[in-house]
């Protein structure tokens, strides 16, 4: 048994308000098309895929796909059934095929499950929505009231046995069709309806992109961490603090810069994604991070929180010393960290306190910091 996927993406996307042709403009972080790839990839039944684009457009596609592959690129023609058609011949042979609109990114594998369950029993099937509001004829104005019971909005991916669509695209002579089941039906052969999905509604106008990117959007949910560090003085040192070069008669010992600020943000970080700490990532005696400025520990945990699709919502740090002031610098403090963190300073909190001349820090052998970060994660990152 082998199944095939075909995308059909050789419209021009003129409705869409789009610069580009809509399939290979940016939704939710990655090209339109390449939502429909990463979800037939994705699917255990699915076998080769195959893309169908407008003449010319190979470049772009390929550029939208980055690192993913399309099994054929074939080039479509005026209308989608035209498109359809040049994919269904360049593929040449398979069992099943499911034929997708690359205008349609939210493919969720159950209803490929679904397509294909009903396929056991039928020639075709297509995912299909109840209507549920009242229908009527655009006449200028309001025109008459259409019956709305009985009918229902169909989407794709639209699924057949290979030789039922074949045989129905090569006897078509109906003009624009506007989906293959029509032409399948029109050929004689039995299509089912599976339940839809809301999110396979296509892109077609300018706010339908907005309304797919948050129907899209993963859920996320909140974490924190907290980190804490602490440096003892040492003469002839330059004090680093927070990111930034501060005057002072002596500055913190330790094998890199010693940013002991920052280092308790970078802790923070790691916590709120329960990657380990500081020392397992940048262990002390490696010999690279002798004199390493801490930024690059910050902005490497930072890159770890976004590589799992995270955002950091929030920095609060306290910087708990006697000397030297840390008022006077606290802004540049946050203008640099939310620099480093590319966030606004309105998300970065920088505090100070002494701890009354009691213990270490009270008598001033060292600074310590403590750092709380909030981040979001995706639902799916949250075991
Ligand atoms: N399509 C195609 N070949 C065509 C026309 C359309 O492959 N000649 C594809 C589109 O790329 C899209 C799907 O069919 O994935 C649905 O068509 P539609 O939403 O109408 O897209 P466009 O034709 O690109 O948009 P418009 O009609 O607004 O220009
Ligand atoms: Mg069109």
Redesign the pocket.
């Known amino acids: 048994m082998t199944t095939a996927a075909l995308i059909?993406?050789?419209?021009?996307?003129?409705?869409?308000g789009s610069a580009v042709?809509?399939?290979f403009a940016p939704l939710g972080g990655k090209p339109l098309i390449a939502h429909s790839v990463d979800a037939f990839r994705g699917h255990p039944a699915i076998g080769r895929i195959a893309i169908?684009v407008?003449a010319g457009q190979q470049r772009q596609l390929e550029a939208a796909l980055g690192e993913r592959r399309a099994d054929i690129v074939a080039v479509?023609?005026?209308?989608?059934h035209?498109?359809?058609r040049a994919g269904l011949e360049a593929l040449g042979l398979a069992d099943d095929v499911l034929i997708h609109?690359?205008?349609r990114p939210g493919l969720r594998a159950a209803v490929i499950d679904r397509l294909l369950a009903a396929l056991a029993t039928h020639d075709g099937a297509v995912p299909a929505l109840p209507v549920v509001d009242t229908l009527a004829r655009d006449a200028g104005g309001l025109g008459d009231t259409v019956e709305r019971a009985g009918l229902v909005r169909v989407q794709t991916p639209q699924a057949f046995r290979f030789d039922a669509i074949m045989t129905s695209h090569r006897g078509w002579n109906g003009g624009i069709a506007t989906d293959d089941a029509q032409m399948a039906r029109a050929a004689g052969f039995a299509v089912a309806t599976v339940a839809g999905d809301p999110a396979l509604d296509?892109?077609?106008h300018p706010d339908d992109w907005a309304r797919m990117e948050r129907l899209l959007a993963p859920t996320m949910t909140v974490r924190t961490g907290s980190g804490f560090d602490v440096h003892r003085f040492e003469a002839g040192r330059p004090l680093w603090l927070g990111g930034i070069a501060i005057p002072h008669d002596k500055g913190l010992a330790g094998h890199s810069d010693a940013d002991v600020a920052l280092h308790a943000i970078t802790d923070a970080l790691l916590g709120a994604v329960a990657q380990g700490d500081i020392g397992d990532h940048f262990p002390p005696s490696d010999p690279q991070w002798k004199g390493a400025a801490s930024d690059r520990f910050l902005a490497y945990a930072a890159e770890l929180v976004r590589g799992r699709g995270g955002r950091i919502d929030h920095i609060d740090l306290t910087i708990i010393c006697e000397a030297p002031r840390v008022g006077p610098h606290r802004e540049a403090m946050r203008a640099r960290i939310a620099d480093l963190l590319q966030l606004r300073s309105a998300q970065v909190s920088v505090k100070a306190t002494t701890t009354e001349r009691l213990g270490f820090t009270g008598r001033g052998e060292g600074i310590a910091a403590q750092a709380i970060a909030t981040v979001r994660l995706p639902e799916e990152e949250n075991p």
Request: net charge positive; charged share 30%.
């Open positions: 059909v993406a050789a419209g021009k996307g003129e409705r869409s042709p809509k399939q169908v407008g479509g023609g005026a209308q989608r035209d498109s359809v609109d690359a205008a296509k892109i077609t």
